[in-house]
């Protein structure tokens, strides 16, 4: 993929023209923002690195400026700015990730490649893994050590929001909210949610989705 | 409060009583000073305008009876006995001496035992004598009265205690009031002192200003120091987050070079460099993760100045979703950890610093847990207080250092976990800035560490 870097250091602009490099992209580094307009309007880019403190300005105005001239190309900003409200006016502004430095390479690599993935809107990738788990979120299809497991459609919410933020925890309310029908489990009625994970576990067996007492559940990733 | 008292140089309060006290006695000595003048004078005079009225009145009784020894001497020892009758009524002490010559013949003397000469001025032995002559030239009839001037008196032991009697009488009576005037009179100074003294360190608004035109000054002055302190913390405060901000650049330029390094190595080589890639990992983390927490720590501290409004946030569920957010490193070195809400309720949290205190106690007790080891996290309440119980099963905290590890950069000595050593001074400030305290005590069953947050949400 094509990636326009806009960073004014010139010790990480370097380094990270190496890793994009390393990995098959082609990157464009750009250490103004004055430069950078016209650049995204001549050329097709995949996806914008963008630092925020720019010699020539702040890189959240530039962000604005594109975002007001239609530009909905991906952008990922990079900033040693890591207080929340910074990384809100970074969301709010049309930023579609926010990495402080220093990251690990990995991650921002990770990162990058989801952006232009929702940006491209490719069902592509839409299988899930954790352990001997896969499943298969555009069929809606579960397999344990390549056999099939039959879920009902709540089990399988369940499932997917757990996968999909796998080594996460995620609290009653949150998978409440965001797996179980509006008719179930709303209204504070807890005992339905065990009852769908007890159900879960039952089918896809133990030791897949963790309890943490107290708090809720997890999918580790590499179970 | 008493090694206050000592150390104070001087009382104000003293001070007023005294000059004051000074002012009264200096009054009644100049009024003393002018009563003595004026009697010395007026006493003399008066004494000579009664002597000459006296022998005159003599002089005439005498003219009636015409010069005649025998009819003279009834008349003027009447005379003398009216004169020491209306002395005893009105308690006069002081001697008169009348005598009377007949062509030029001593016929009367009424103080017989006093010598001839008596002295005009006054000594240290005897009172001044003050004498006034009439004559009849016609009958040759000459009266000398002479009266003595008891001046003297005033001088005396009775005199000035006479004298000074109403002012000393008059003294409690007006010390009292004035003891209880500037008292009252310097109760603001005392409430503008009791203000600065309950001052947290960490409060550096202006105090209100004062109703006192006298006082204004003072806390003007006061509140310039303030603004000035507060500003100059600011300076340091900013200063210290440039400098945390400014590391982390080069820190990315290290991380992001030496995964390119290794990327770059090949297999050979990177297997032959493993150690040491881990090692420059494993410090570029530790420098990022010091940044980080210096970071934190500066935002953790209150800013009274520019403080945002406080949701009211539901306590336990604040408390879930940061066990959630840190549970994956439980999970990840097979520590079972939970949370027993065992009281609810809301308050006005700043979230932000509130989140850095508990996220480092969780973070802590992780990083001090053994392998399969438990951490439980408990919220109580009691009234309006919360608790937040942390209790680890790690090697826990010698009671002498309990203190100690608040210090920033004070790692406990003899451990193989790396730190910043700021975790705790954070969560502290975190806990401050809501209101609480953190106390350290021993784990449950006496093994390990709990950490317990005690607050009642931020001071409005």
Known sequence: MKILMIEDDLAIGQALL?????????????????DAQARIRDEAFDA????????????????????????????????????????????????????????????????????????????????????????????????????????????????????????????RVELERRALPAADGQGGQSQTLDVHIFNLRKKIGEGVIRTVRGVGYMVQQDA | MLRRLANRPSSLFQRLMFSFTGVIIGVAIIGLVWVFLEAKATQRSRTFSENKAHTANILAHL?????????????????????????????????????????????????PRLPDRLPEVATRAAYAWVRWEAHDALQGIVVERRHEVDDEWMFSIGGVGFLLSSTIFSL??????????????????????????????????PLPDSTYRELSPLVDAINGLMARLSQRIEHEHEFLTDAAHELKTPLAAIQINAHVLLSRAGNEVAERCAEPAAGLRSGVA????????????????????VDHPRPLTDVAEFVRDRVAAAAHLAVARNIEIEFHADGDGSLPL?????ASAVDNLISN???????????????????????????????????????????????????????????????ERGAARNGGIIVLSDGEGGRGLTATIEFAGAAA
Not at chain 1, 99 to 112: N, S
């Open chain 2, 365 to 427: 007790a992780i990083k001090y847990s053994p392998q399969d080891g438990r951490i439980a996290v408990r919220l109580t309440r009691i009234g309006h207080i919360f608790c937040l119980a942390i209790a680890d099963q790690g090697p826990g905290i010698n009671p002498e250092l309990r203190d100690k590890v608040f210090d920033r950069f004070y790692r406990v000595p003899g451990q193989e976990q790396s730190g910043s050593g700021l975790g705790l001074a954070i969560a």
């Open chain 1, 48 to 171: 914008v690195v963008l630092d925020l403190g720019l010699p020539d300005g702040d890189g959240n105005d530039l962000l604005r400026t594109l975002r007001a001239d239609g530009v909905r190309l991906p952008v990922l900003i990079i900033s040693a700015r890591d207080s929340l409200q910074d990384r809100l006016k970074g969301f709010d502004l049309g930023a579609d990730d926010y990495l402080i430095k220093p990251f690990e390479i990995p991650e921002l690599l990770v990162r990058l490649r989801a952006i232009v993935r929702r940006a491209h809107g490719t069902l592509e990738e839409n299988l899930w893994t954790a352990g001997d788990i896969v499943l298969d979120e555009n069929r809606m299809a579960v397999t344990r050590a390549g056999q099939p497991v039959t879920l009902s459609k709540t089990e399988f919410a369940l499932l997917l929001t757990l996968m999909k933020q796998a080594n996460r925890v995620l609290t």
């Open chain 2, 172 to 205: 409690p009576l007006l010390l009292i009031p004035a003891w209880l005037i500037v008292g009252i009179g310097l109760r603001p100074l005392r409430t503008i002192a009791s203000h600065i003294a309950q001052r947290s360190d960490a409060d550096l608004t």
């Open chain 2, 350 to 354: 700043h979230l932000e610093s509130m």
């Open chain 2, 63 to 111: 003219s009636d009876v015409g010069p005649n020894v025998q009819r003279m001497l009834p008349v003027l020892e009447e005379i003398e006995a009216n004169r020491v009758r209306m002395f005893q009524e009105l308690d006069y002490h002081s001697h008169v001496r009348v005598r009377v010559w007949l062509h030029g013949r001593l016929i009367y003397n009424s103080a």
């Open chain 2, 286 to 305: 530790r420098a990022t993760h010091t940044v980080h927490q210096l970071l934190a720590l500066e935002r953790a501290r209150a800013e009274p100045q």
């Open chain 1, 18 to 34: 190496s890793v994009f490099q390393d990995e098959g992209h082609s990157a464009v580094w750009l250490r103004m923002a004055a």
